[in-house]
């Protein structure tokens, strides 16, 4: 009996301490993609070819989840073509809206400093819930920076705008 009660005590100080620990919100850095972004979780990064052999597009992806909320930074080469800015991030939004399964609800042009971008908003089904994804894409320096914020519809939390809005370039 004596020993279960400090064990106790201690798991509840553990699952106190973890849970405060995935709220506290801390910058994250990428030197090397040159951005930096506010996250409430341990970032995980994963790079991958999204091109083809002949011709490769590396995507990296810097990833996390807290409070049923899903956050996402995606920098992605591209190469360099004729299309303009815009056309480019209007093409770059539709493929995001396609490949996640989703249907556009609202978009606009933004900025991130003097980097074009666009602004929207998507319902998708993530699993059996109905999603609602908001995300950010600007184009700088020859790649395409994408954040998105994934929830539950029925989560109306600010975090996922203070997330969107943190995004910064470093360079």
């Known amino acids: 009996m004596k020993l279960k009660l400090p064990f106790l005590l201690i798991l509840v100080l553990s699952l106190f301490a973890a849970a405060n620990a995935q709220g506290q919100w801390k910058e994250f850095k990428s030197a090397k993609e040159n951005f930096s972004v506010l996250v409430p979780c341990e970032i995980e990064s994963s790079t991958e070819n999204v091109g083809t052999p002949e011709n490769p597009q590396l995507q990296t992806y810097f990833e996390c989840s807290a409070d049923s ?46 980097a074009p971008g666009r602004s929207f908003q998507a319902s998708a089904k993530l699993g059996a819930i109905d999603g609602l994804m908001d995300c950010r894409i600007y184009k700088k320096d020859g790649k395409i920076y994408s954040l998105t914020s994934a929830v539950a519809v029925t989560n109306k939390s600010p975090d996922r705008e203070k997330f969107l809005a943190s995004f910064k370039f470093i360079k």
């Not at 299309?83 to 556009?104: K, V």
């Open 69 to 114: 909320i899903y956050y996402n930074v995606s920098v992605t080469m591209i190469p360099k073509g004729p299309a303009d800015d815009d056309t480019l991030l209007e093409a770059f939004q539709n493929g995001l809206i396609e490949g996640m399964n989703s249907t556009l609800i609202s978009g606009t042009s933004a900025k991130s400093g003097t």
